[in-house]
């Protein structure tokens, strides 16, 4: 079983920044793919960005250029960098992890882009 707990959630301005962190603990060894998906209010889930476990990574087209995501292995952590916030970016973002076959996501953290 893997945890995932977020922060770094929050109320930004159009054009500001925020970061998102999650942490992973429990059986953590070796988590190949790790990633952050987001869902808005009577949307689908969608993948923003993932990251494997040397570095390669993917993004929804529409965030490319914007957001940065990055992990730290030794922390088992992966980590969001949003930037150029727009209000079609509003939604709950959550941490999702591949590992031992099996999906995980975590509870999730509001970012709502608003002036």
């Known amino acids: 079983q893997v945890q995932l707990v977020e922060s770094g959630g929050g109320l930004v301005q159009p054009g500001g920044s925020l970061r998102l962190s999650c942490a992973a603990s429990?059986?953590?060894?070796?988590?190949?793919?790790m990633g952050w998906y987001r869902q808005a209010p009577g949307k689908q889930r969608e993948l923003v960005a993932g990251i494997t476990r040397d570095g390669s990574t993917n993004y929804l087209d529409s965030v490319r250029g914007r957001f940065s995501i990055s992990r730290d292995n030794a922390k088992n952590s992966v980590y969001l960098q949003m930037n150029s916030l727009k209000p079609e970016d509003t939604a709950v973002y959550s941490c999702?992890?591949?590992?031992?076959?099996?999906?995980?996501w975590g509870q999730g953290t509001q970012v709502t882009v608003s002036s």
């Open positions: 999702y992890v591949f590992w031992s076959g099996s999906h995980y």
């Open positions: 429990g059986s953590t060894f070796s988590i190949s793919y």
